[in-house]
């Protein structure tokens, strides 16, 4: 057993015997590219720096220490970051595991910004975290800023840091406008695999967290993952996962026990979701919150899903695989798991070739807005419009969701918008799968774009999605560009709507709240009274 991180589970010995005898640990500890196939190789060539990050990323402590000392002594002790997927998953669940404070701006709702801005301004600084440096949620967040610092007589370059890789619009805009530091993260990491770089240390250093501790705890297994061994932790379970994927289980379900580390099945889905989920094939992740026997997913899990604890389960399952250990020690271990199943299941596990898709359509959708999403109006009920469904109740939507997909599909919640105002949403997960019973994920828009968007767009053809959307009471401009944000988050989702349905044939089915609060409750009366009939 290694020290500080358990692995409980068995199944697909075969699998995991051929990854020790073809030598796959050791070759993926020394960075050999070609563990995926020829096609694969140019791009794993340069994506494999994170295999021993928890050493080469030591020199970046001091550095982020020194900056967070500095601005501590000017009184700014407010972190604030902007950034999507890999460039904000990672400090999410590093800071709330330390308990420390960080605003995670991955949204385009209007109200969430507006919020954000109107909390503690003259104490913040702003992390713009942008691998490619061109990611718009990003741009339109620091644009933002500026201005509300320029408004509030604060020299807003003093008050933003940059992360990025080296060469992109981003890095040479930080030293053009004079940022206050502009970090160059390790160009041959990729965004899902960047926690343990400057993506993940720098704002949860800045916001307080022990980061020299997480390389501690990270490297404290590393060596283990390099081991040609069936104990070797990271290979049974890449062996589990990608064994399981190729005899028909296509879905992971990830289940926290009681006092498992917060947001780490966040973290885990955009690793999963966007390594494995493309030529229709893949892992779904399916973050169900809890692992109690009345946690949908979890206990009625049918033959498609293979369920992974993160830490011990509630309620335990036969065939369930269970992680537990340190922060470090799981992020380190799933990344190079993931990075095995891709092998197995036959998968680049590098690229994520069906995510710009939804991007430029949504772009079209910003120059061109009246195009709309090409669904066409079902009914009204109250405050919500309904959109593409051949239910004439809300009521009734809920009830035969499960028979817009295949046997063993999955339904897809996407709610665009305000994650915390408009929390009570994600409530309708657990009552959809219930009713439907089918795996069900739900993800806050934009922000799942960048994590199982990829999955839904490139993996096993067989899930029916429905979108959540909203009226925006209050509208926010975006500085010098011809949209707002509400216009943006509306083009997101009607992008992403165009992309599943008329570019992959699968059902969408559009929820639009005219009123959001009272929308979101009939819609939970609804769906609750769906699940009673079911
Ligand atoms: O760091 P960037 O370049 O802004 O990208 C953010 C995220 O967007 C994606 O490219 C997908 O859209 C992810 O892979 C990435 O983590």
């Known amino acids: 057993m290694t020290q500080g991180l358990t692995v409980d589970g068995a199944g697909h010995e075969d699998v995991l015997a051929a990854l020790v005898s073809d030598q796959v640990a050791s070759k993926l500890a020394a960075k050999d590219p070609t563990l995926w196939g020829p096609a694969a190789e140019p791009e794993a060539s340069i994506r494999l720096g994170w295999v021993d990050l928890p050493r080469t990323s030591r020199p970046l402590l001091a550095e982020i220490e020194a900056l967070r000392a500095e601005l501590l002594a000017d009184g700014v002790d407010h972190v604030v970051l902007a950034g999507m997927g890999g460039s904000s998953l990672a400090p999410e669940v590093?800071?709330?595991?330390?308990?420390?404070?960080?605003?995670?701006?991955?949204?385009?709702?209007?109200?969430?910004?507006?919020?954000?801005?109107?909390?503690?301004l003259e104490r913040s600084v702003l992390v713009v975290s942008s691998k490619s440096g061109t990611t718009v949620e990003t741009d339109s967040q620091r644009r933002a800023y500026l201005a509300a610092f320029s408004d509030a007589g604060i020299d807003g370059p003093s008050r933003i840091v940059i992360v990025t890789d080296p060469g992109s619009p981003l890095a040479s805009l930080g030293e053009k406008e004079g940022y206050r530091?502009?970090?160059?993260?390790?160009?041959?990491?990729?965004?899902?695999?960047?926690?343990?770089?400057?993506?993940?240390?720098?704002?949860?250093?800045?916001?307080?967290?022990?980061?020299?501790?997480?390389?501690?705890?990270?490297?404290?297994v590393m060596d283990s993952f390099a081991a040609d061994s069936p104990d070797n932790p990271a290979l049974r379970l890449g062996a589990i996962l990608g064994g399981a994927h190729n005899a028909g289980r296509d879905k992971v379900v990830l289940g926290d026990g009681p006092g498992a580390i917060v947001g780490f099945a966040a973290w885990a889905e955009q690793l999963i979701a966007e390594s494995t989920g493309k030529e229709g094939k893949g892992l779904l992740p399916v973050d169900v919150g809890g692992s109690s026997a009345s946690t949908p997913?979890?206990?009625?899990?049918?033959?498609?899903?293979?369920?992974?604890?993160?830490?011990?389960?509630?309620?335990?399952?036969?065939?369930?695989?269970?992680?537990?250990?340190?922060?470090?020690?799981?992020?380190?271990?799933?990344?190079?798991?993931?990075?095995?199943?891709?092998?197995?299941?036959?998968?680049?596990?590098?690229?994520?070739?069906?995510?710009?898709?939804a991007k430029k359509q949504a772009r079209a959708l910003l120059d061109n807005p009246n195009a709309g999403d090409g669904l066409a109006q079902s009914f009204v009920e109250g405050a919500v419009e309904v959109y593409g469904s051949a239910a004439s109740s809300l009521?009734?939507?809920?009830?035969s969701l499960g028979s817009l997909v295949p046997e063993h599909g999955y339904l897809a919640l996407q709610a665009y918008l305000d994650r915390d105002a408009d929390v009570d949403a994600a409530s309708l997960r657990d009552l959809v799968a219930r009713t439907a019973k089918l795996q069900t994920t739900f993800g806050w828009g934009p922000r799942f774009l960048h994590s199982t968007g990829?999955?839904?767009?490139?993996?096993?053809?067989?899930?029916?999605?429905?979108?959540?959307?909203?009226?925006?009471?209050?509208?926010?401009?975006?500085?010098?560009?011809?949209?707002?944000?509400?216009?943006?988050?509306?083009?997101?989702?009607?992008?992403?709507a165009r992309v599943l349905a008329e570019g992959r044939g699968r059902p969408v089915v559009r929820l639009h709240l005219a009123d959001r609060k009272g929308g979101l409750t009939q819609l939970l009366a609804a769906a609750e009274s769906a699940t009673q009939k079911g």
Do not use: C
């Open 297 to 357: 997913g979890w206990a009625d899990a049918s033959s498609d899903a293979t369920l992974a604890a993160i830490g011990a389960p509630e309620h335990a399952v036969d065939g369930q695989v269970v992680t537990d250990g340190t922060l470090g020690a799981l992020m380190l271990l799933w990344e190079n798991a993931v990075a095995i199943a891709g092998r197995v299941i036959g998968i680049d596990p590098f690229n994520q070739p069906d995510v710009e898709e």
């Open 94 to 120: 590093i800071t709330r595991t330390a308990g420390v404070s960080l605003t995670v701006l991955d949204s385009t709702d209007p109200g969430v910004i507006q919020r954000s801005l109107g909390d503690s």
């Open 454 to 496: 990829q999955y839904h767009k490139g993996g096993h053809p067989n899930g029916g999605f429905v979108q959540l959307t909203g009226d925006v009471a209050s509208d926010l401009a975006i500085p010098d560009r011809p949209y707002t944000f509400g216009s943006l988050q509306k083009a997101q989702a009607a992008g992403d």
């Open 181 to 220: 530091r502009v970090f160059l993260a390790d160009p041959n990491v990729g965004g899902r695999y960047s926690a343990l770089t400057a993506f993940g240390l720098v704002p949860s250093g800045l916001a307080g967290a022990d980061i020299a501790e997480l390389l501690d705890d990270a490297e404290a």
């Open 395 to 399: 009521e009734e939507l809920f009830g």
